[in-house]
Every structure is written in C-alpha cells, then in structure tokens.
C-alpha cells in the first residue's frame, strides 16, 4: 500500500470517477469537489510537486489539463474554468502528488478551496460522464 492516495488511483487500488486516461496522465472527478465537475489531472508517475516533475510529464499534465478544462466548458457551459495547482502546504497543497484543479466557475460565487466535504457517489459519477461524452 502507497502511502499516496493519488498513486493508489493509478495503481487501480482506490477508486476514482475517471474522466481520461493516457500512458502519462490520469484525469479524474475530484472527490471533495469545490463545484460540480471539479476535476484533477495527474502524471501517473509520482512527483510530489511542480520543481520535482519531469518535464515529459509536466507538459503531458499541461496538454490534457487543456482538453479536459475544453471538454468541462463544452459538458457544463461554465461561466469560466479555473486551472490551480498548489506546491508545498504552505500553499495549501494538501496531497503530495502534483496535480492540476480544473475548476468550473459560476459568476458571483465564492470559492472555498478545501470545504471537505465528500461529492454524492451519483453526481461524481454523471459529472464524469458528461464530461467524457465532451471529449469524443
Ligand atoms: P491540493 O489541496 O493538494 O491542491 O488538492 C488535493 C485535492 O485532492 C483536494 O481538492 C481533495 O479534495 C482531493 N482529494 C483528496 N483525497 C482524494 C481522493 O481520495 N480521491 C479524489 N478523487 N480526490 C481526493
Ligand atoms: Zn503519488
């Protein structure tokens, strides 16, 4: 068992709602979303943040980050979409994985970074959906 909560997902040992999967990168429903259809986007292999990542894995996390912030406009019409990635918890990196959020944004609302509070099973799962309908 890896101590990484995001390897265990690559490893296929902890679930996920996957949204896309390459040979690099991982695209899945973030599990305490801050919105629906917040989505993570990780390297498959591990790199705890962005001065450690190689730049093969870096540029292949930046290239599906786009596709996916493109298939999340066209599944939810979002006023705007957010793209944060946060290194060292003084920044408020929370897992140790780097990571890009990808974060539909609503006119006017506010945004609580880490509310904590686990998304419905169900609505991860058709966010997910839509969303990988959009990439087709
Ligand atoms: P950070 O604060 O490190 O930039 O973001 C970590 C993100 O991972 C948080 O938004 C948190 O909700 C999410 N997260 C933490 N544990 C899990 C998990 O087990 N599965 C999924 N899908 N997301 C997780
Ligand atoms: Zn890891």
């Given at each position: 068992m890896s101590e990484c909560i995001f390897c265990e997902i690559v490893a296929g040992r902890a679930p996920c709602h996957q949204v896309y999967e390459d040979d690099l990168v991982l695209g899945f429903m973030d599990?305490?979303?801050?919105?629906?259809?917040?989505t993570l986007v990780i390297p498959?292999?591990?790199?705890?943040n962005l001065f450690e990542i190689r730049a093969e894995c870096l540029a292949a996390v930046s290239r599906t980050s786009q596709a996916l912030a493109l298939g999340v406009r066209k599944a939810l019409d979002p006023d705007g979409v957010m793209v944060m990635q946060l290194n060292g918890a003084a920044a408020?990196?929370?897992?140790?994985h780097y990571h890009t959020h990808l974060i539909p944004r609503a006119e006017g609302s506010v945004l609580s970074l880490h509310p904590r509070i686990p998304g419905n099973t169900e609505e991860l799962e058709s966010m997910a959906s839509k969303i990988r309908s959009a990439l087709d």
């Open positions: 599990a305490f979303p801050v919105a629906p259809g917040h498959k292999q591990h790199a705890e408020g990196q929370t897992v140790f």
